[in-house]
């Protein structure tokens, strides 16, 4: 259908090129006034509009924070607005974003008063630009702070205003510019002929006689420059919202009517700008949706059967439940602009005979459907990948990669980004160099490059297998949010990142099983369990320079890991944004780093609570952590020399460690709360993700391993599983920090000791005579029950013990420490002691037996001692949650905590965060 006769239309010019003098000019402006600012502040323009030659985005490098751009400090929400406001204004004057082609012109400025903050804890101030009091139509900027409240970046279409004056009272009617709306509009449709909706449902055609429809004013405020007018609705469903606004025609302001029309079904509905002086229709789009297209696809691969799917998909077959608060209205946009494999998001085309040829649809009552003949030909390979690549663009675009970001758009919306860089997917009917491939430049507005090939040793083509699709997509994701990818680490994430992708997105833990027709995929492993290596691996076998799709499969495993640990759902957010977060050439522990800074973005913009957050982080650093990436993890940048291997999840210093009375396992517990099981451990709660009076100093385990009891060092007693809280015997306020929590041998009670050697008694707990007179200020560092519950040693740092009640009496140690005490532990039988310090040192009392230390200093210091059932070994226990092991003691791996077992009832959590936690993490 000629574009004249469209009922879509935009007569705009949206690719006009930006000669080379106003690309000079723009950046001359910038550094005028990065030559105002401090040192290490400077303003930089990113992309230019093609539509306005003006800036559609600029960033602030340093943080802007000067010339009037605002305060350093952390600002009130509201004042945002105003620093926004004035941060354009001052560029403007500077000729930077072009508003005003006079500099003595003052630009019109109406900001939203709402400021909103993304995932990223940025906060979002969008302005929309005026002139003469009216709007002027798609014409806004949004003005971006950092989480210290400084200017970071501003993105979006402002048009140039004229100098002198152009006419600003429009000479075509409010009822001329309705009746061309209608003729439009209503000509348009009937044009198209009979459509159905997705239910195969006749949708009516508009039967209206035009010619009888004289449009009337309902009313009208002539005071308001802008002029809104209500037209009554006649034969239509609604009456007719105006108003009039500035219409940028390539580089030229017209004054020109909005027209809203409603169709006389209720749900159709278009808005239209008509011209105010020569009455045409300048500009004219649905505000409604639906069903536009459809195709018969494979879900998932060539081995399923295929089904009639909706074009755009249904929001069910998206993985992702939860909607984002600033989705667009027109969300999401057609998928097909014509009736072939082209629109928006994607262009596929095949190879035929030298050329190129699109899958062609038909009309099936009145909506365009694409069901090839073949359903294992060519025709079919370009529906699937256009089917996947637009299904792929959509699931991201609700993750947070938009036109700002670079995604991949033929059209942007209000002039966000640069467009025109929608993805070229190209199809060869054998085989192809790589098999499949994607090149993606890191400039927005290239369009990146899709081949898909067949793989000849099974006759099986990758345009039928989403999990190859997904994977060379991802490709330009991560090209685009993070840069370049270039260093041996670099390049293994790449790969990684797109295999998890492609297995996150189907819920698998191989990837291109079917078109290899093999169930274990093109990887060496499959990303389970069974995974063997980890990060400590690099450099060495098969993880090796020139190996980055080797190398990619650690990452892989790691970031599915954080999948079982937190959900896919809010793991792929985590993604989106530490990729958006991660340098260029980014190291796996750089983006792993990134990873938590986005889960800390989320967690100070409110939008998980504190508890979700904790949780959420254990899960994060148990998984990084189970491939060799905890927090003293290191590497020469993103190289593969220098690399160590941590498996330690914590990030918080380890207090003390708690052992089952069977031996099989044992607790850990951090200054904030959380609770690291081991072995045959079980989770039962923890206190990490509140707000803590203090820090927790200690852990005890119930005789019957089903329950723990946390200390912290204000003397808050928390209780999980099978262990119960007791009151205290005495009203005595505590006298000093509390370092040391024991409890009874029958759990009937447990004494809280201090640091000035106060003990406090709890339930059945017996009260020797204190030894408080003998001990110096501040000086104790733990306790030790007798196993008989009738008395206690103390121990201060410099390792003398303290006995009381049935307590035998123990000797001072001989000669000067190394390194101060930090922990003593008894033998079962309560006839020998243990004594750890904090360099690793031992020291035995009684019928203890030294079994060893460390050799070599440890790289933190030991925090705990626990003995073994029988007391033939014992364990040291480091602030980094390592554990030296001696005698019988066994080594237990971490189990982390997954949030899909937290029970998370009475919490103050969010619905968000509850759907996000209720889902059901992939394999």
Same mark, same amino acid.
């Given at each position: 259908?000629?574009?004249?006769?469209?009922?879509?239309?935009?007569?705009?010019?949206?690719?006009?090129?930006?000669?080379?003098?106003?690309?000079?000019?723009?950046? #001359?402006?910038?550094?005028?006034? /990065?030559?105002?600012?401090?040192?290490?502040?400077? @303003?930089?323009? #990113?992309?230019?509009?093609?539509?306005?030659?003006?800036?559609?985005?600029?960033?602030?490098?340093?943080?802007?924070?000067?010339?009037?751009? $605002?305060?350093?400090?952390?600002?009130?929400?509201?004042?945002?607005?105003? &620093?926004? @406001?004035?941060?354009?204004?001052?560029?403007?004057?500077?000729?930077?974003?072009?508003?005003? !082609?006079?500099?003595?012109?003052?630009?019109?400025?109406?900001?939203? *008063?709402?400021?909103?903050?993304?995932?990223?804890? &940025?906060?979002?101030?969008?302005?929309?630009?005026?002139?003469?009091? &009216?709007?002027?139509?798609?014409? !806004?900027?949004?003005?971006?702070?950092?989480?210290? $409240?400084?200017? !970071?970046?501003?993105?979006?279409?402002?048009?140039?205003?004229?100098?002198?004056?152009?006419?600003?009272?429009? /000479?075509?009617?409010?009822?001329?510019?309705?009746?061309a709306t209608v003729q439009h509009v209503v000509g348009a449709r009937q044009r198209q002929g009979e459509t159905v909706d997705e239910f195969g449902e006749t949708m009516d055609l508009p039967d209206i006689d035009l010619d009888a429809f004289e449009p009337s004013v309902l009313g009208a405020f002539d005071e308001i420059r802008s002029r809104p007018t209500l037209v009554a609705a006649g034969p239509f469903g609604e009456p007719f919202k105006c108003k009039t606004l500035w219409f940028d025609l390539d580089g030229e302001l017209r004054l020109a009517w909005e027209v809203r029309v409603t169709m006389p079904n209720g749900v159709e509905q278009y808005r239209a700008i008509v011209d105010a002086t020569d009455e045409r229709v300048l500009y004219c789009k649905p505000l409604h949706w639906e069903v536009g297209a459809r195709g018969h696809v494979y879900p998932e691969d060539g081995g399923q059967d295929r089904e009639l799917r909706p074009f755009p998909e249904e929001?069910?077959?998206?993985?992702?439940?939860?909607?984002?608060?600033?989705?667009?209205?027109?969300?999401?946009?057609?998928?097909?602009?014509?009736?072939?494999?082209?629109?928006?998001?994607?262009?596929?085309?095949?190879? @035929?005979?030298?050329?190129?040829?699109?899958?062609? %649809?038909?009309?099936?009552?009145?909506? *365009?459907?694409?069901d090839p003949d073949d359903a294992d030909g060519s025709d079919q390979f370009a529906v699937n990948a256009f089917y996947w690549c637009n299904l792929l663009h959509d699931y991201f675009y609700l993750l947070g990669f938009r036109e700002e970001d670079g995604n991949f758009q033929q059209r942007n919306r209000e002039g966000r980004g640069v467009p025109g860089d929608h993805v070229r997917t190209r199809i060869f009917p054998g085989r192809v160099w790589g098999t499949a491939n994607m090149r993606t430049e890191v400039a927005d507005?290239?369009?990146?490059?899709?081949?898909? %090939?067949?793989?000849?040793?099974?006759?099986?083509?990758?345009?039928?297998?989403?999990?190859?699709v997904g994977h060379e997509w991802a490709h330009g994701l991560t090209r685009r949010l993070i840069g370049a990818l270039d260093a041996p680490q670099s390049r293994g994430l790449a790969e990684g990142c797109s295999d998890y992708v492609a297995c996150t997105f189907m819920d698998e833990v191989v990837a291109g099983s079917w078109v290899l027709d093999d169930p274990d995929g093109m990887r060496e492993y499959r990303y389970d369990e069974s995974f063997p290596d980890d990060f400590g691996d690099l450099g060495t076998g098969r993880y090796t320079t020139g190996s980055e799709h080797n190398i990619g499969e650690i990452w892989c495993a790691a970031l599915l890991e954080v999948n079982r640990n937190v959900g896919h759902e809010l793991a792929m957010q985590l993604f989106v944004d530490a990729?958006?977060?991660?340098?260029?050439?980014?190291?796996?522990?750089?983006?792993?780093?990134?990873?938590?800074?986005?889960?800390? #973005?989320?967690?100070?913009?409110?939008?998980?609570?504190?508890?979700?957050?904790?949780a959420v982080r254990r899960g994060l650093w148990a998984a990084f952590a189970k491939f060799g990436m905890g927090p003293l993890a290191t590497s020469n940048g993103a190289q593969l020399s220098g690399v160590a291997a941590d498996h330690y999840e914590t990030e918080s210093g380890i207090t003390a460690m708690a052992p089952l009375e069977s031996g099989t396992g044992y607790w850990y517990v951090d200054d904030a709360g959380g609770v690291y099981r081991h072995g045959d451990a079980a989770f039962h709660g923890w206190a990490g993700g509140y707000e803590l009076p203090a820090p927790v100093v200690d852990i005890a385990g119930t005789n019957t391993d089903d329950g723990y009891w946390l200390a912290g060092a204000d003397g808050s007693v928390y209780p999980f599983g099978d262990a119960t809280a007791f009151a205290p015997q005495s009203n005595r306020q505590f006298d000093g920090a509390v370092v040391a929590f024991g409890a009874t041998p029958d759990d009937s009670g447990y004494w809280l000791a201090t640091e000035n050697g106060d003990v406090h008694a709890y339930g059945q707990a017996v009260s020797p005579p204190s030894v408080r007179d003998r001990v110096?200020?501040? /000086?104790?560092? #733990?306790?030790?029950?007798?196993?008989? $519950?009738?008395?206690?040693?103390? !121990?201060?740092?410099?390792?003398?013990?303290?006995?009381? $009640?049935?307590?035998?009496?123990?000797?001072?140690?001989?000669?000067?420490?190394?390194?101060?005490?930090?922990?003593?532990?008894?033998?079962?039988?309560?006839?020998?002691?243990?004594?750890?310090?904090?360099? %690793?040192t031992v020291v035995t009392f009684g019928g203890a037996v030294n079994l060893g230390q460390p050799q070599d200093p440890p790289y933190t210091p030991v925090v705990d001692v626990a003995v073994t059932p029988n007391g033939n070994g014992y364990w040291l226990c480091c602030a980094d949650g390592y554990a030296y092991r001696f005698g019988n003691a066994q080594r237990y791996p971490a189990r982390p905590v997954r949030t899909d077992t937290i029970d998370f009832t009475g919490t103050d959590i969010t619905d968000r965060e509850r759907r996000l936690l209720e889902e059901t993490p992939t394999a």
């Open positions: 259908m000629s574009s004249e006769f469209a009922l879509e239309v935009d007569r705009r010019t949206h690719d006009r090129p930006i000669p080379t003098d106003r690309m000079h000019f723009l950046a #001359d402006r910038a550094a005028d006034v /990065s030559r105002q600012l401090p040192s290490g502040q400077r @303003v930089l323009i #990113d992309a230019v509009d093609n539509l306005t030659g003006n800036p559609s985005r600029l960033t602030f490098e340093g943080g802007v924070s000067g010339a009037g751009f $605002g305060p350093t400090d952390q600002p009130e929400r509201e004042s945002y607005v105003a &620093r926004a @406001v004035d941060a354009l204004r001052e560029l403007d004057q500077f000729g930077v974003l072009g508003m005003t !082609a006079d500099p003595a012109q003052e630009p019109e400025l109406a900001p939203e *008063l709402q400021p909103t903050r993304t995932s990223g804890d &940025r906060t979002l101030v969008t302005v929309r630009q005026e002139y003469k009091d &009216r709007e002027v139509f798609d014409s !806004a900027k949004t003005v971006h702070f950092d989480g210290t $409240g400084r200017l !970071a970046a501003m993105s979006g279409r402002f048009v140039t205003t004229p100098v002198g004056e152009i006419p600003e009272t429009p /000479s075509v009617s409010v009822e001329t510019a309705v009746r929001f069910g077959r998206i993985p992702t439940d939860v909607l984002p608060d600033d989705l667009p209205s027109e969300f999401p946009v057609d998928w097909v602009d014509g009736d072939v494999t082209a629109g928006n998001n994607v262009d596929v085309q095949v190879t @035929v005979d030298g050329g190129w040829e699109y899958a062609a %649809g038909t009309d099936r009552d009145g909506v *365009l459907t694409f507005g290239h369009g990146p490059i899709m081949q898909l %090939g067949e793989v000849t040793r099974t006759g099986r083509h990758t345009a039928l297998d989403l999990s190859v990729c958006k977060i991660a340098p260029e050439n980014p190291s796996m522990l750089d983006l792993r780093d990134a990873f938590v800074t986005a889960l800390d #973005d989320l967690a100070a913009s409110g939008e998980l609570s504190p508890v979700v957050a904790y110096a200020d501040g /000086s104790i560092v #733990d306790m030790e029950p007798t196993p008989d $519950g009738g008395g206690y040693w103390l !121990a201060d740092a410099s390792g003398t013990v303290l006995s009381a $009640g049935t307590a035998p009496a123990v000797d001072t140690v001989t000669g000067a420490p190394s390194a101060p005490l930090s922990a003593m532990a008894a033998l079962p039988s309560g006839r020998g002691l243990f004594l750890a310090y904090e360099d %690793g």
